[in-house]
């Protein structure tokens, strides 16, 4: 059985920094071929894309967190990361990891009906 668990979101203010983790179990064998996102939903708003990394390690950020954003993978911990910097206000809403299973050739790495699994998802509150 597959698990994403999300972790780290929290209340700052803007400005400040935050460093999302994300442990996937029983996807030992094929983690690291695995293509991984971040994704948010901010309320009243639709599930979007911000950092994805291919299974070849393309990395793709949305424009509004190019820049302040890193998403990095540590294979022998099982761990997809999102450092996030200079969080706005904007930034507030529900993270959620997401995961498809084995080496991709090709995806569209921020639709989200190309990812099979999804965590449950962090909240992340930036203050004004």
């Known amino acids: 059985q597959v698990q994403l668990v999300e972790s780290g979101g929290g209340s700052v203010q803007a400005g400040g920094s935050l460093k999302l983790s994300c442990i996937a179990s029983?996807?030992?064998?094929?983690?690291?071929?695995?293509?991984m996102g971040w994704f948010r939903q901010a309320p009243g708003k639709e599930r979007e894309g911000i950092a994805a990394?291919?299974?070849?390690?393309?990395?793709r950020y949305t424009d509004s967190v190019k820049g302040r954003f890193t998403i990095s993978k540590d294979n022998a911990k099982n761990a997809l990361y999102l450092e996030m910097n200079n969080l706005k206000p904007e930034d507030t809403a529900m993270y959620y990891c997401a995961a498809d299973p084995g080496w991709r050739n090709a995806i569209r790495l921020f639709d989200i009906q190309e990812y099979k699994y999804w965590g449950q998802g962090t909240q992340v509150t930036v203050s004004s």
């Open positions: 029983g996807l030992t064998s094929t983690f690291s071929d695995s293509p």
């Open positions: 990394m291919s299974s070849g390690g393309s990395i």
